[in-house]
């Protein structure tokens, strides 16, 4: 079999024997193939988990970034033909005024696939999203009169102590992020219902003015996020939740900070994409309802966007590039009149997002070593090989040399 020694002298200060000593250790045995390995990883972090030295560790970081390039590239000719198609239905739609509708809408639908794309990087998917973006929506709707600091700052507040509480429970009862945000989702759904008739805006705040750069800022900040993550060191810290073996085992340390940042930062901009939902139509009053259906478009983007539902791989334009298409999309099936449900939307990009999760998973792995049934001097075998250099076996004696109890006697 094969003995990776460049991914165990990675993961390990010990010696790797090899040759004849290997042999003699036991180390070229099949049983060693499955064993468990105290390892410590490239953060200085103590893991113990299954370890088959023919293949690189599962929780290495090294992923590769072409099929998500591959895929960025027809993501960007789909938006191009998503334009072209609005252009020739109405040349308005890209021009002011109607131009700082699409910008804005792109600006929250960007922060709440932003939110997703974090959430499912670090294997802690925040369900919640859409009900957060809601309960914001309405708390505006009820204070913006008192101005837009006045009416944001408490409900980000309360957002990120929420992702807070919700990390801690992730993190002590080493339960999956989707359950706990799934039980945080139901709490914010019942503020959300409290009330029964629609709720009129009295916040007088106009985002049209700053339409270019709320959707600049979002395209920045997507783009340097996408960057940030193809860093190994980074990616590896970021997916430290994605699943490797036995679902109880969680690997502790540092898995702290990318599941409270990305639990507390994708609930503030869930509350950030609220407001500015809101705010583009001050003369629509908020209904209440739900918000589940933006979770799922915020999750579909995501998944679109190339982010993997696994965790840890994404690629660097994909969420800009989805984000652009989904919003162009609904602006034009809103002009002309397809009366598309945003469930039905979010539940046909989910399942083409999972389509590419494929995608992402088959061909994004890193290259694998040799065959893992070759032994340590390369010669295919099914079984034990020897070689001139290893020790000849002991000769047995002949069994009529040997007396009634084996003595020889």
């Known amino acids: 079999m094969a003995y990776d020694e460049t991914a165990y002298r990675r993961n390990t200060d010990d010696e790797v024997p090899s040759g004849p000593a290997a042999y003699r250790a036991g180390v070229a045995s099949t049983e060693h193939r499955h064993r468990r390995a105290d390892l410590t990883d490239t953060a200085g972090t103590r893991i113990t988990e299954p370890f088959d030295t023919g293949r690189l560790p599962a929780w290495d970081g090294r992923d ?72 914001a929506s309405l708390h505006y709707a009820d204070n913006g009169d008192q101005g837009l600091a006045a009416a944001a700052v408490p409900a980000l507040i309360i957002a990120a102590a929420g992702g807070l509480i919700v990390a801690v ?19 914010v759904i019942v503020y959300d219902q409290l ?30 996020a996408g960057a940030l993550g193809t860093v190994a060191p980074i990616r590896r810290l970021v997916g430290r939740m994605r699943p490797v073996s036995d679902p109880a ?5 540092l898995a702290v900070l990318p599941i409270a940042g990305a639990l507390i930062v994708s609930s503030v901009f869930a509350v950030g994409a609220g407001i500015l939902l809101t705010a583009r139509t001050p003369d629509v009053p908020v209904v209440p309802g739900t918000g589940l259906e933006w979770t799922g478009l915020a999750f ?12 840890r791989r994404g690629g660097i334009f994909g969420t800009l590039l989805a984000v652009t298409g989904v919003v162009l999309f609904l602006d034009y099936a809103d002009r002309r009149n397809f009366d598309i449900a945003l469930f039905a939307v979010a539940g046909v990009l989910i399942g083409i997002g999972l389509l590419v ?3 992402v998973e ?10 893992p049934d070759q032994d340590w001097n390369a010669a295919p075998t099914s079984g034990v090989t020897w070689s001139p250099e290893m020790p000849a076996p002991a000769p047995q004696q002949e069994r009529w040399d040997l007396g009634p109890w084996g003595s020889g006697r």
Request: glycine share 14%.
């Open 362 to 371: 088959t061909y994004g792995r890193p290259p694998q070593p040799s065959d």
């Open 300 to 311: 579909g983007t995501a998944l679109l966007a190339g982010t993997s539902a696994y965790g």
């Open 64 to 135: 590769r970034l072409g099929v998500h390039i591959g895929w960025e590239i027809v993501l960007l000719l789909a938006v191009a033909a998503i334009a072209f198609l609005l252009y020739n239905q109405d040349a308005a739609a890209v021009r002011r005024p109607a131009l700082d509708g699409l910008l804005i809408t792109g600006a929250a639908v960007g922060l709440l696939a932003l939110g997703a794309g974090l959430t499912l990087r670090a294997g802690v998917p925040n369900l919640a999203l859409g009900p957060i973006a809601l309960a």
């Open 357 to 359: 999760t494929r995608l």
């Open 169 to 187: 429970f992730v993190l002590m009862l080493h339960i999956p992020g989707w359950a706990a945000t799934l039980g945080a989702a139901c709490g």
């Open 249 to 253: 085992d969680r690997r502790g340390g």
């Open 195 to 224: 009330r029964t008739a629609p709720v009129a805006v009295q916040g007088t705040y106009d985002p049209s003015a700053h339409a270019f750069w709320l959707f600049g800022g979002f395209a920045l900040l997507a783009v340097f």
